[in-house]
């Protein structure tokens, strides 16, 4: 059955170098979009001839800051955004280099799609691997390899297939399992393409006949949305609570509203409710969006529910549906992606932010940290910046957690450095 | 290859989407900053914020006062639509002038007619610390330039005010961290994922009101390098900004403004968008970028908003 996706919105991530053409992929989809208008495109074309080259580098429109420039380098995620009249896109677009596995880590955690950049002359690199490894890790559900710069190889389908059944192989080494029947597994498709004509992103060109499968942009088109694919457990962390009692209307004395973000699955009027970590039940006796008065609310919705009983409850708090299994646990076992400078140190506690909970947390065992080139497991005992370990974390309050694999949002968490308040550590639990 | 059996959700539609995350944000700056503050200019991102902070809120109070920094150089019509605004809510709203700090002698200003939109830094890190705030919303989006394509949606400043592109928080899943010690901020801005368009479909669709002069509207105005620039101004005060420099012709033009900011660096477009679903489609045709058609102070160079940001900038 073909899927509608009417005006919805996609997620996505870019993984590759400025030398496979990731900044010209970009460029290109902005541009074949039409989201480039014409002061802008006058400002890169003049940009372009300033810095001596013949056409217009349609790679400066993801050019980043002077800071970044002077350096010669990408700090950071830049985020962009193109719509087609029936989706709109957010890009997140992150360098690629090994020492920026902290940037692909940030991008990878809202995207719902990645695409893999190769360039054909050179196959599966060791980045490929680190790329997909990362994508897969943070839990990317679909994944678009594409095998760039095709008018370099004459557009050869020899080559294009050698590339394709590597990339499968190691695939298959990483735990990215195809996906056959469009059941259990990932969803990996391939595409030629040359980003610096425009083939096969927005438009198809007569360079490829061979080549029947979709256009980048139509894959694109009809992506599933996060949180589409499969049912999912009822969510939803409070994070402020309504009391509106010193209101001059009277019916707004008794009210209280907990107010959150459905993170998963869904909740109607009249369903019975666990609030977690005390365990009170009740039920749903209004669900509120502004002065819309809803009978049920889904994922990524930000609402305001009303229960039945009054219970004390706070922001922190989790509400489920009642029977749904979560327990609060008190430890943590996850991959642990290191974010800062100042390597983790294990003598010292730090703040773990999980939903709209935060919990001091004493680091426990480090198992081992993953080499994110080869995948080896090695010992360690401390953590630097880009180093990704499995370890676990002592809390000093109950964490209501489901694994990550299952739900990315009460799966995922943060860590807090509390002397500098930066965010040190972004954790996936096992 | 084609994909997939039914969905089993139908996703939100992108308006529906952009929506709960903004009101997902401003609740997060209420559960986690012990003084927030909003800021409100009247525009028409930040009459968006006010739209969804009404969502994220109600029937309770706001959870943080209004404010607008007032550079003194405003259209009047947009300042009435702000008191109206604010009036209308309930709400309480902050005013502090540029002006003040120029008594102050804490701005100065190179010539009598320099633009006051800078300087708006100083009087807004001046409010900050007279208030305490911990937490500023603004209404910044990240298509509006490029140095704002990297913005954190809760980006840290120092007590400068400054804005470290080098050492920001790095910003996982929809967990942000507003934690800030005595004397630092965070700015946090719910529409960051939003581009113009979006803002105008959002207005349409929830009916919002806006300053009048967003509409098309019959105005003299002159040619300077290539802008459309308003003159003979009045303001509130009774002075009338903005003559025109000698030699200039003045043309009375049917224009709106795509943008609404202090007088002397916002220029108006050729337009006769007299609605918002004109404007909506004029939106979706137009080829000039926002701040490109309309903004007089962004053209200095290449970095000018990277700079300003260094400096407290929104």
Known sequence: ????????????????????????????????????????????????????????DLSLLTDGLQAEREQGITIDVAYRYFSTGTRKYIIADAPGHEQYTRNMVTAASTANLAIILIDARKGVLTQTRRHSYLAHLVGIPHIVVAVNKMDLVDYDQNVYNKICADYLAFAKEIGLQRNSNNEAGHDIRFIPMSALNGD????????????????????????????????EEFRFPVQFVCRPHASADADLHDFRGFMGRVESGDIAVGDAVTVLPNGYTSKVKAIQLGEAQLQSAQTEQSITLLLEDEIDTSRGDMIIKTGSKIEPVKQIEA??????????SPARTYIVRHTTRESKAKVGAISYKVDVNTLEQQATTDLKMNDIARMSFKLAQPLMVDSYSKNRATGAFIVIDESTNNTVGAGMIV | MSIKKQPYHNPLSHLDWLEAEAIHILREVAGQCSNPVLLFSGGKDSLCILRLAEKAFRPGRFPFPLMHIDTGHNYQEVIDFRDQRAAELGERLIVRSVE?????????????????????????????????????????????????????????????????????????????NARS???????????????????WQYIERENLGLPSIYFAHQRDVVMRSGAIVPINVPLASGEVINPPRAGEEIINMQVRFRTVGDITCTAPVISDADTVSKIVLETATTTITERGATRLDDQTSDASMEQRKKEGYF
């Open chain 1, 1 to 56: 059955m073909k899927t509608e996706h009417n005006d919805s919105l996609l997620r996505f991530m870019t993984c590759g170098s400025v030398d496979d053409g990731k900044s010209t992929l970009i460029g290109r989809l902005l541009f074949d979009t039409k989201t480039i208008l014409a002061d802008t495109l006058t400002q890169i074309s003049n940009t372009s001839k300033k810095r001596g080259m013949e056409a217009v």
């Open chain 2, 100 to 176: 003040d700090s120029m008594k102050r002698g804490t701005v100065v200003l190179k010539s009598p007619d320099e633009p006051r939109n800078k300087h708006q830094s100083v009087t807004l890190l001046e409010a900050i610390e007279e208030f305490g705030f911990d937490c500023c919303i603004g209404g910044a989006r990240r298509d509006e330039e490029k140095a704002r394509a990297k913005e954190r949606i809760m980006s840290f400043r120092d007590e400068f005010g400054q804005w470290d592109p080098k050492n920001q928080r790095p910003e996982l899943w929809n967990l942000y």
């Open chain 1, 335 to 344: 991959f642990v992606c290191w974010l800062s400078e100042t390597p983790l």
């Open chain 1, 200 to 231: 096969m992103l927005v438009d198809r060109l007569d360079n490829m006949p061979w080549y029947t499968g979709e256009t980048l942009l139509e894959m694109l088109e009809k992506a599933p949305a996060a949180h589409t694919e499969q049912s």
């Open chain 2, 181 to 199: 010690h005595k004397g630092e901020n965070i700015r946090a801005f719910p529409i960051s994922n939003w581009t113009e368009m979006d803002v």
